[in-house]
């Protein structure tokens, strides 16, 4: 058991190192991942709102767009590469593939995680430029506290879904 868990706790940390200097050195500056991510994220919000009935602010950028409203709201939201999910898309990754598991589970799972935690962070950027709209005063504590319980929390239960259920750890010899 023990061994098991430092190879878990090893190649978790071990997959957080390759991952960070994979971001810091080559993605972040030279690749347009975190830009696309938002843009996508921003384009889905404004669907959905448009289908709910609201009017939304214009926004005229070159390729990219990273802001969106609800017209006539007290201003604009501004999505960063902090907020876009990309980090907690690589630790839920590195978490699944550090954890023992057979890869055929885990070929399926890694996307299906992140295409969730992506999901909830669309509906996330959703509610608080709904909130922005009727309860400004209240997105700052929504944002920081309320969304990220909500977004860890949901996490940690993919990975306990993970864990119980698709992993077999159980029936590994002991592991």
């Not at 878990?8 to 030279?30: A, C, N, R």
């Not at 885990?106 to 996307?111: A, D, Q, V």
Request: charged letters at 15%; a negative charge; hydrophobic letters at 55%.
């Amino acid at each position: 058991m023990q061994g098991s868990l430092m190879r878990f706790l090893g190649g978790g940390l071990l997959g957080y190192l390759l991952w960070y200097i994979l971001y810091q050195y080559f993605l972040k500056d030279s690749t347009l991942v975190d830009e696309w991510l938002i843009h996508l994220m921003v384009l889905s919000v404004e669907m959905a709102l448009v289908c709910m009935g609201f009017s939304l602010y214009e926004v005229s950028t070159a390729d990219f767009r990273w802001q969106l409203g609800i017209d006539q709201s007290v201003g604009m939201l501004e999505i960063g590469a902090s907020c876009d999910g990309l980090v907690l898309f690589a630790l839920f990754a590195i978490f699944i593939i550090a954890f023992p598991g057979p890869s055929r589970n885990k070929l399926w799972f890694i996307p299906f995680g992140i295409a969730a935690i992506h999901s909830a962070n669309i509906l996330r950027v959703l509610s608080l430029v709904i909130l922005n709209y009727y309860r400004p005063e209240a997105l700052a504590f929504n944002h920081d506290y309320t969304w990220t319980v909500l977004i860890y929390g949901f996490i940690f239960w993919l990975w306990y879904l993970w864990t119980e259920r698709y992993s077999q750890a159980k029936n590994m010899g002991g592991e």
